[in-house]
């Protein structure tokens, strides 16, 4: 998920969940290498066809990889499917076209006398049942959010919004445990293909209407529907469908609702934690008088019926918002926070100031050159997280025109090599990230009960005594390396190893603000420069570089990713050729 604050680069600038259920395999090591093998044989196959009929260009096709993620959906030997993410990242990897920077941690700080406010892997924040306020608790978590609407909404300041004003059949405890939330319960078939949820009675939407099964079914169909353009469609593809394109869930009375799935789903309940998943009431959404062309008009300003511990009461836009809590939620009287005072900044200079004016209770970013003085106090706090930040290129930029698709993603390759990631962790980030060596992050597990970057029996991760694509540590090996693969990508270098006026490198790097942002993207500046390459950088405002990743109006751009749930699909499902989230514009 996307991360909209401005944090510092520890913190996580992040962008996008917990454990998820695993299952064993039924097949052996040797069995499960052979399904594979036969898998990737066919896909490769595949798409050197359509290569050879529907390329014209430098951008990778992608035809084989769209199929490989329908292929591991529909896996349910959960050894073959492990083996057959470690394919698709491999592909993924290969286009240079995704170059992870370092693996999340995150930062906050918070008054010391609060308590009980928690968070998870994937950056949420709970904070309903802080203790130790007054009734009040003000803080920050970014600057304007681009969605309200939980079904539309890809940011991880907007998640955490989502999980404080909405709710879904499960969320996450303290102890980042999925506990049920709406949901009473479940059951699942023998076959894993069909959960029964019973929802907790009387549960109420903020205007104190009824909120039933049935508002799951309208909530969910929604979120599919091609005229929402919600980003998070595809995670909706393991359930199955009607003739009619409508998912097979059914509210088979008020509170019971029933789900049939195309397979067995190792990280299903992890997605009922998800906001995404979260039910909205069909009636306020429209009631917007452009509902059918503006989605997400219902929830653009204050007082939308919202069914979790908070509703938003006033909404001064770019500057502050405040939630009231919700009388009718299901869990009201334990809420101990009567309302949430929200200043909207991206200025982390600003922030920090605020919190130490005794403005703001709660921030979630500081100043990169303030981190090295806070490590170690009392109100300054790091926490994991699950998820990468990288850079990336649009495959469709024209910094790759006249190119083969093997110049392009030699190219790609070759700035990857280039970027000093030891120095931005330790200089910029200072938190104890870890460097990155792929895009998935460290610590994922991998669907069948061990972590997917860890040998088991069932399958051996490649490269075991040096896990990665590239070597961790900068060096002059590197540069050497980055400049044959230029020279493959039809690059000139002088006797001094600098690229030749004949053939300039000159590429735009779009980023957000931040002092963290700019840090990484200045320090990569230099990087590149060490060759030649002229790297300008841009910064835009939030919803506007979000508008211009999405719609691919970059050349380079930074990027991140908190995972929505504890499964590799999560990081690999973002890239198929329809997702909201391919900011890469693979095989668009």
Known sequence: MKKVTALVLSVALVLGLTACGSASSDNGAAESTTTVETAAEATTADAAEATE????????????????????????????????????????METGAVIPIYYYNDIYMQRANLSNIYCNLFGYKFFMYTQGTDGK???????????????????????????????????YDADQKLVPQFAEGYTVSDDGLQYTFTLKSGLKWSDGSDLTAKDFVYSWNRV??????????????IISTNDDGTLKVEATDDTTLVINLDAPCAYFLDLMAFPTFYPVKQEAVESAADWETNPGAWAQEAGFVTSGAYTLQSWNHEESMVYVKNPYYYDAENVTVDELDFMLSADDTAIYAAYNAGNVDFIDTVPTDEIKNLLGTDEFHIIENLGTYYAAFNVNSSLFDGMTVEQANAFRRAITLLIDRDYIVANIGQTGQQVATSFIPAGMLDGNGGVFKENDADYTYPNADAVGYFPAEYSQANVDEAIELLKSAGFEFDDNNMLSANTPINLNYLTNDGSGHIAVAQAMQQDLAVIGINMEITSEEWNVFLDDRKAGNFDFAREGWLADFNDPINM?????????NNDCQFGR
């Open 53 to 92: 009929t529907t390329t014209a260009g430098p951008a990778p096709d992608w035809t084989g990889y769209d199929a490989l993620i329908a292929q591991i959906k529909a896996e349910t030997d959960f050894a073959a499917r492990e083996a057959l993410m470690h394919q698709a990242e491999d592909m993924l």
């Open 137 to 171: 608790l003000s803080l920050n978590l970014a600057s304007e959010p681009a969605y309200l609407d939980p079904a539309l909404n890809s940011s991880v300041d907007g998640a955490c919004l989502a999980v404080n004003s909405f709710g879904g059949l499960y969320t």
């Open 224 to 237: 599919v529907d091609e005229k929402t353009a919600a980003d998070y469609a595809y995670m909706f593809d």
């Open 572 to 580: 690999l499902e973002m890239w198929t050729t329809d997702s909201g």
